[in-house]
C-alpha cells in the first residue's frame, strides 16, 4: 500500500467530498434546515471568515463541550498557521497546550486580548517568570470562555499594537445577545490521567439572564478543575560539556580530549496536581437606545504545586575533569568516541582507590515547588454611545493582573561511588545510564552530607488603561465611514526573589525523612530507558524537610528587578466597498517608554541599583483588501507595519546554574521588533459550510530577538562569592518567515464532516549578531526560535440525531527551542491525537466522553552543538488523559 502525503489524504477528501455533495444537492429537494450542534459552529466560523476585510481565523462555540479541547489553545491548534506547545519554555510539556505563535515565530510577537483589551496573567514555573511576561499562558483560560475566538493574521489600525505577527482575541459571551431571558449551563464531570491513575473532577457552570425590555443582562460563570499529573522522563540536556585534557578519560579513551561528555543527566519523574479555580462576571446595561454600558470581571488561578524527582548520574562529571578525579586508575575506563561525543563511558570500582573516597556515581535531587501558582485577573468598563446617525464611539477603561508564585526547594544528596557509565546511540534514542546501587538509598562521596538550594520568586504584573474609538459614517464615495481613537496604558513588572536558608540539621544524614523512601513508577519502562525502581524520597516527605530545616530570607538582588512602560497610542483607518473590492487602510502612532530597574555588581563587589530609559515611536500603516471574484470565490491582500515589544524578563531576568556557572541574563536595551508583513489569499466557499483556500505570507523582521555568548560576574549561591558565569544574553538582529497555508473543510452527506490544513514555514536569521549561533564563524546556526517547517491537522466529524463524534490529529515538525552555552535545543517532532463523543439524552441533558493524547505521545528534544554528533535532550510521557461529563442546559 503506498503511503499518501496528508496534502494528497485533503485533496483526495475534498474531490470525493465534491461529488457526494454534488450528487445529494441533486438528489434531495430544498428545504429550510436549521443547523445546530458541531456545524452550527462550523457554519457562523466560515461566515465570519469570509465576511471579514482582512485576514483572519475564527472559533465559535455555540455550546459547552463542542471540541476535545479543555482550554483556548487547544482549539487554536487546528487553525492554519497557528502553532502550539505545551510549554513556555525548555521545561518540557505538561500535558496542557500552554502557549500560542503565529507563523512560526516566538510566542512573545503574538499577542493575546480577551474582549479586544489586554491581559496579563503569569507562570509557575520559576525559569518562565523570570524570563518572561508578555506571552499568555493559556492554562489559566478554559475552553468554556469561549463565545468567539478571533485569530488576526493580518493588521489594521484599529488593533492593538504589540503582536508583530498577529492578534489572538478571545470573545466571551454576553448576556444581551442570548435569545432567551434565561439561559443556563453546567458541566460536571471528571478527568482520569493514565500516568497517575488518578480522576479528579471537573466542573463549570454559566447562567445568564436578561429582563424583559433587554435592556440589563447578567451572566455569571465559573469553574473548578483539577487534575494530577505524573510525568516519567528522562533529563540529559543538564550538563553536556567537553573532556578535559588530562582527564581520566582522556588518558583512557583515545580521541576522547575535547569530545562532548555526559556530565550529568538522567532520570526524572515529576509528579503535580493542578487545580483552576476562577470565572467571569458580565454586566450589561443598555440604558438608553444609544448608551450601552458592560462591566466584566474576570478571575483565574492557577494552583500546581510539583516535585521533580531527578536521579541523575555523574560518572562522566568527574572523569572527565583534569581535577576531580586526577589519580583514578587508567585501566578503569574504558569507552568509545564517535563524531565528537564520547559515545561509550564505563568505569569499574579498582581495589585501594584513593581517588573513590571524594567522587559519586549519581545524585538524587528531589526539587520540590510546595506553592506553585499563576494568576490573571481584569476589570474591564466598555462603553458604546451612539452620538446621532453618523458618529458613535466606543470607550473602554481597565486594569488587568498578572501573578506568578514560586516557593522551591531541593533535597539533595550524593551516592557514594559505585562506578557505572553510559550508552548514547543518537539523538532519537535515550541514554541508558547504568548506575549500580540506584535501587538502594546510599549517601556518601563527592558529599557526604545533604544539601539545598532554591528560592521564592515572585511576579507582578499589571496594566491600566484606556480607550476611545469612533466611527463616523460617510459619504466619500467608496470610503463608507472613518475609524480613529486613542489610547493610553501603563505596563508595570516587578520580580522579587529571596534564597532559601539552611538552619541547624540540614546538613545531618540523621535527619533526612527516611519513613518518606519511596520508588519511581513502573511507568518508566515506556520509554526505554532504565529508571523504574529507583529509590527517592516523596513530595510530602521533601516538603516536610524543608519547612524543618531550610527558610526563606535575603534579596536575592541580582535576580530582583522592577519596569515601568508606559505607552500612548492614536489611529485613524478608513473603511470602503464597491461592488466586488472591499477593506481598509489606515496608520497606527505608537509611543513607548521603557523604564528598566536592576541590581548590578558595582566595582566594591557589592549590589548596586542601576536604571536604564529608552524610547521609540513607531508608525505604523496597514492596508487590507478583499475582492469578492465570483460569488463563492474570495481573493485577499494585506501589508502592513507591526511591532512587539521585547518580553519584559529578556530586558532584565537573571536566571543561573551555578553548579555548571551558566545562564540566561537579560538585556535592557533591547529595541521592539518590528515587522514589515505581506499576505495573499484566495478562498473557495464550493458548498454549505465548505471552504478550500490557499495564502502565501511573508515578513521580514528588525530587531528580532536571538541570543549572544559572553561571560559576566554575578553572586554564586552555592559557592557563596563573586564568580564568573558563561551566559546568554538576548540581542537583536534580523530575520525573516514565509510559507504557504492551506486549509480544507466541508460538510459531508448523512452528519459526516471532514478538515484538513497543512502550513509550510520557512524562518532564518538574516543578520548576524556577534557571538550568536548565527554569528559564528564556523558551524552557523541561523535557525529561527519556534519554527516548524511543515505542520498540518486532519480531523473528521460526524453529528446525527442524538449522537456526535470528533477525531482530530494535530502534528508539527521539530523547531528550535532555545539556547544554551554551546549548545542548541530543538524540539523534535510532535503529533497528539483527540477524539470526543457526545449523545444527547434530550433537550436539557447530553454526556460526553472526551479523550486528550491518546498517542501518548512522546515529547523530545536534542542538543546541537557544533562540530559534534547531535545528541538526546529530554524526553517526556505525560500519558493519556480521558474526560467525562454530563452537561444540562435550560
Known sequence: ???????????????????????????????????????????????????????????????????????????????????????????????????????????????????????????????????????????????????????????????????????????????????????????????????????????????????????????????????????????????????EAGSPIAKSIPGSTGAMGSYLGGTAWFEQKRTRNGGLVDVQLKASNDLTLDLTAFHSHLDAPNINHNFMQSVGRFLSSSTLASNYPNGAITGTTANGVVTQLNATVPANCTACANISSAVQEEFSRPVAESQSQFVNLDAKWRVNEVLTLNGKLGTTKGLGNTVSGALGVWMP????????????????????????????????????????????????????????????????????????????????????????????????????????????????????????????????????????????????????????????????????????????????????????????????????????????????????????????????????????????????????????????????????????????????????????????????VTYGKSTATFYNQLQKQNTVYQVSTPVNTTAEVKGLEFAYVQELPKGFGVNANYTYTLGAETGKAPGSPCGALTNADCTLIGTSKNAYNVGAFYEQGKFSARLTYSWRSGFLNGTSRNSAAFQAPIGTLSASIAYQINDNYSITLDGKDLNNPLVRSVIHTPGAMDLPGSLYKNGRQVYFALHGKY
Open 1 to 243: 500500500m503506498s503511503k499518501r502525503t496528508p496534502i494528497a489524504t485533503a485533496v483526495g477528501l475534498l474531490i470525493l467530498g465534491a461529488g457526494i455533495t454534488a450528487q445529494a444537492q441533486e438528489a434531495a429537494a430544498p428545504e429550510q434546515v436549521i443547523v445546530t450542534g458541531i456545524r452550527a459552529s462550523l457554519q457562523q466560523s466560515l461566515n465570519q471568515k469570509r465576511n471579514s476585510d482582512s485576514l483572519v481565523e475564527v472559533i465559535t462555540a455555540e455550546d459547552v463541550g463542542k471540541m476535545p479541547d479543555k482550554n483556548v489553545a487547544d482549539s487554536l491548534q487546528r487553525l492554519p498557521g497557528v502553532s502550539v506547545a505545551a510549554a513556555g519554555g525548555g521545561e518540557g510539556s505538561f500535558g496542557e497546550n500552554d502557549r500560542v505563535a503565529l507563523r512560526g515565530t516566538p510566542f512573545g510577537l503574538t499577542l493575546t486580548t480577551l474582549n479586544g483589551h489586554s491581559v496579563s496573567s503569569g507562570d509557575w514555573f520559576a525559569d518562565n517568570i523570570v524570563g518572561g511576561g508578555r506571552s499568555v499562558s493559556f492554562s489559566l483560560f478554559p475552553s468554556e470562555l469561549i463565545g468567539r475566538v478571533t485569530v488576526h493574521k493580518g493588521a489594521q489600525a484599529d488593533l492593538l499594537e504589540g503582536g508583530a505577527e498577529g492578534v489572538v482575541d478571545i470573545e466571551t459571551r454576553k448576556p444581551l445577545d442570548f435569545k432567551k431571558q434565561f439561559n443556563a449551563q453546567f458541566s460536571i464531570g471528571g478527568v482520569n490521567s493514565s500516568n497517575s491513575g488518578k480522576t479528579d473532577p471537573q466542573i463549570n457552570a454559566m447562567v445568564a439572564w436578561k429582563n424583559d425590555t433587554n435592556t440589563l443582562g447578567i451572566l455569571v460563570q465559573g469553574f473548578h478543575e483539577k487534575r494530577t499529573l505524573s510525568r516519567v522522563g528522562q533529563e540529559n540536556q543538564i550538563w553536556y560539556d567537553r573532556v
Open 417 to 704: 561511588w559505585t562506578g557505572g557509565g553510559y550508552s548514547i546511540s543518537g539523538a532519537g534514542s535515550p541514554v541508558i545510564y547504568n548506575t549500580p546501587g540506584a535501587d538502594k538509598f546510599s549517601i556518601g562521596g563527592n558529599q557526604a552530607t545533604p544539601y539545598t538550594y532554591g528560592s521564592h520568586v515572585t511576579a507582578n504584573d499589571k496594566e491600566t488603561y484606556g480607550q476611545v474609538d469612533g466611527t463616523l459614517k460617510t459619504e466619500w464615495g467608496a470610503v463608507h465611514s472613518l475609524q480613529f481613537g486613542g489610547r493610553v496604558a501603563e505596563h508595570k513588572r516587578d520580580l522579587t526573589s529571596i534564597g532559601i536558608n539552611a538552619l541547624p540539621g540540614l546538613d545531618s544524614a540523621a535527619n533526612l525523612p527516611m519513613s518518606g523512601l519511596t520508588a519511581f513508577p513502573s511507568d518508566f519502562n515506556d520509554l526505554g530507558a532504565k529508571g523504574a525502581g529507583y529509590w527517592t524520597f516523596s513530595q510530602d516527605a521533601v516538603n516536610g524537610w524543608l519547612s524543618k530545616y531550610g527558610n526563606y530570607s535575603g534579596d536575592l538582588k541580582q535576580s530582583e528587578f522592577t519596569i515601568k512602560e508606559p505607552t500612548q497610542s492614536a489611529y485613524v483607518m478608513g473603511n470602503f466597498s464597491t461592488e466586488s473590492l472591499s477593506g481598509n487602510f489606515g496608520l497606527r502612532v505608537v509611543h513607548t517608554t521603557e523604564e528598566v530597574n536592576r541590581y548590578e555588581i558595582g566595582p566594591s563587589g557589592g549590589f548596586e541599583p542601576k536604571r536604564y530609559s529608552n524610547s521609540y515611536i513607531d508608525f505604523l500603516p496597514s492596508a487590507n483588501f478583499r475582492l469578492d471574484i465570483t460569488k463563492d470565490l474570495v481573493g485577499r491582500f494585506s501589508t502592513s507595519r507591526t511591532m512587539a515589544r521585547p518580553e519584559l524578563g529578556m530586558m532584565a531576568g537573571v536566571d543561573l546554574r551555578d553548579v555548571q556557572g551558566t545562564g540566561n541574563v537579560g538585556n535592557p536595551d533591547l529595541r521592539p521588533i518590528r515587522a514589515n508583513n505581506f499576505d495573499l489569499g484566495l478562498e473557495w466557499y464550493f458548498a454549505p459550510k465548505s471552504m478550500l483556500s490557499a495564502g502565501a505570507f511573508y515578513s521580514a523582521l528588525d530587531g528580532y
